[in-house]
């Protein structure tokens, strides 16, 4: 199997976007730039760049027109190459209206890879609902209800227009877009948009008539005789306006409004679906406004929205009894049921408190506050899932009486992730892990071992004379004999313990909290007989042959001989050189008395 092509298969066809990239730096060696190397599919959909436009550009100086922000970018990328280790940021682009979750990582020198993650609808989702949720009973703002419609559909304007009650005359509410440029619109026109109440018109009607969302060609094919054409026309030429939509907005088959959504040439009406269930829950929305007798039925708008909602949702009370829990959320838990979810209590229930949940929960409504949190689960049914949740209070006359939560599967990110982070720490032929994991994951272990104050060891492993089996056999038996070692080594370590290939021929073993040094001594001694010995293998003619191999081992222990990485790992290599200059194939390993 080619493994460079199944990585570079899952990297092109992945779902998350994926960017590598090469630092461009200054005379003084600060970095002012960076040059695109290469990009997948989903980088091109989510950011709108074609690969060909961006490989061998400069961010900065070609492809941004915001330099300042790409300078911006470009120092935080600075950052993840001299630190060398993953950084995780949110950003949001003017440019493509969108919000980014970044990972970044350095797998090598003055060079990153980004994989990035367009979290807009997401955050949209939740900023909606909550202004569903905050808004029921106020006065409505109806421009931010506008500036809902173009985030979601990518329109440049939007004219919000609401119905009287006899379904047929209406009012321009609100406006979104460029101010400046909509003051020049009404003086086109000879009046202010906003306010101004129009006659009902039979012919917008019939062209729109049946259907949710209808798409105009042109401004002109819209306005009809409402407007002068040779304005119109005008008006397309000074905006630069391409499609016009109208999407109505109804309420059990009764028309309660509509916006008008102009897109700038070349753009095109985006997340139809989405914005298919806004327009939805708007109606809902603005019903429950509406009709002041009905407003204690508000919180049944909002479960209809989150019923809907690509996401899990859940309400609890202050208690952690679950209040409700959508479709979506019964799915992502495997539960059986509505009525079986009920049954759990979010601030009691073990699996929720062990993972974290719980605590955030309380975080969430004892200080008020909105909490984003993101955690590995296992479910009462046996689904185990990656989320991110968002904790939000519910409060009624200024007091908190629960919480609403959006929990997003992630798993499928987290994977993807993970297998980009083994490809990076992972040798290619003996499938150990490289020396990235010397500054990654080995630091991280002493951590552990260090906070608990047990004892863990660091043995060093090289290869008796294998420069001489490559010479007398041939680098492919070295390389099957490099394999054939590593496959040994691996079947005698536990899940926290860590196999590193250091160079050609040597290895590093990390034993993870053994308790007692004496514990690491028969481990060692087992490593060792395992390795040493006839390996079996295969010459070209497939005619099996055997090659002898013995190795020398050389100890050291934490915190005994070091509290660092490098200190341990001279102690083990002065060890191993004893070994060596007393005669190999033997190892070496100095106890406490």
């Not at 990328?77 to 949110?90: D, Q, S």
């Not at 090598?108 to 990035?116: G, M, P, V």
């Not at 990110?413 to 982070?421: G, Q, R, V």
């Not at 001594?521 to 003619?541: A, H, P, Q, V, W």
Request: one cysteine or more; a negative charge.
């Amino acid at each position: 199997m080619d493994l460079e092509k199944v990585y570079a298969d899952s990297i092109s066809n992945a779902q998350c976007a994926f960017a590598y990239h090469e630092g461009v730096f200054d005379d003084a060696g600060e970095m002012v730039d960076y040059i695109f190397l290469d990009v997948n599919k989903a980088f091109e959909d989510i950011t709108g760049l074609k690969k060909e436009d961006v490989v061998g550009k400069r961010f900065v100086r070609d492809i941004i027109r915001d330099e300042e922000h790409g300078v911006q970018w470009a120092k935080i990328y600075e950052k993840v190459m001299k630190e060398r280790n993953l950084i995780e940021f949110e950003e949001y682009s003017e440019e493509n209206r969108k919000f980014f979750s970044v990972k970044a990582f350095s797998p090598e020198k003055n060079r990153f890879a980004s994989l990035i993650l367009d979290r807009t609808i997401e955050k949209k989702l939740q900023e909606i609902v909550q202004y569903f949720i905050d808004s029921i009973g106020d006065n409505v703002d109806y421009e931010c209800i506008a500036k809902f419609a173009c985030d979601i559909s990518g329109a440049d304007y939007a004219v919000f227009n609401l119905f009287d009650k006899n379904g047929l005359d209406f009012t321009t509410v609100a406006v979104q877009g460029v101010n400046e440029r909509f003051k020049k619109l009404s003086k086109f026109l000879g009046f202010e948009i906003v306010g101004k109440r129009w006659p009902y018109d039979p012919i917008k009607e019939e062209m729109t008539k049946g259907q949710e969302i209808t798409i105009f060609n042109a401004l002109h094919d819209l306005t009809g005789t409402k407007i002068p054409k040779e304005i119109t026309l005008r008006l397309e030429k000074v905006f630069k306006i391409g499609i016009v939509a109208v999407a109505k907005i109804r309420k059990d088959g009764k028309d309660l409004g509509d916006f008008t959504l102009i897109f700038k040439k070349n753009n095109r009406f985006k997340n139809e679906e989405l914005f298919l269930l806004y327009l939805s829950q708007l109606g809902l929305f603005l019903e429950k406004n509406r009709l002041a007798s009905e407003l204690n039925e508000s919180q049944k708008m909002f479960y209809t929205l989150a019923e809907y909602a690509p996401v899990g949702f859940l309400s609890c009370n202050t208690k952690g009894t679950i209040t409700y829990a959508n479709k979506r959320l019964i799915e992502l838990m495997g539960s059986s049921s509505y009525d079986t979810t009920k049954k759990i209590n979010l601030l009691e229930f073990t699996n929720l408190t062990e993972c974290g949940f719980s605590q955030k929960l309380k975080e969430c409504m004892q200080n008020e506050k909105n909490i984003e949190y993101e955690f590995a689960y296992k479910s009462l049914w046996g689904k185990f899932n990656w989320l991110r949740s968002y904790f939000t209070p519910i409060k009624e006359n200024n007091t908190v009486i629960g919480a609403n939560i959006v929990i997003d599967d992630i798993t499928d990110n987290k994977t993807f992730e993970y297998d980009l982070k083994e490809k990076v720490f992972r040798d290619p032929l003996t499938r150990a892990y490289n020396r990235h994991a010397l500054e990654n994951k080995l630091p991280s272990r002493l951590s552990e071992v260090k906070l608990k104050g047990t004892i863990c060891c660091i043995a060093i492993v090289d290869i008796d004379n294998f420069k001489e089996i490559n010479d007398n056999f041939g680098h492919k038996a070295g390389d099957a004999v490099l394999k054939y070692l590593a496959t040994r080594v691996k079947k005698e370590l536990r899940e926290d313990d860590l196999f590193i290939r250091t160079g050609g021929d040597e290895f590093l073993i990390y034993l993870h909290d053994i308790r007692e040094e004496k514990n690491a001594s028969n481990f060692i001694k087992r490593i060792f007989d395992k390795i040493t010995g006839s390996y079996r293998l295969m010459d070209e003619n497939d005619e099996p042959y055997k090659i002898y191999v013995s190795c020398s081992i050389g100890a050291a222990f934490f915190p005994k001989d070091g509290s660092s990485v490098e200190i341990l790992m001279a102690k083990a290599d002065k060890a191993l050189y004893k070994v060596k200059n007393s005669g190999k194939s033997n190892y070496q390993i100095e106890l406490s008395d």
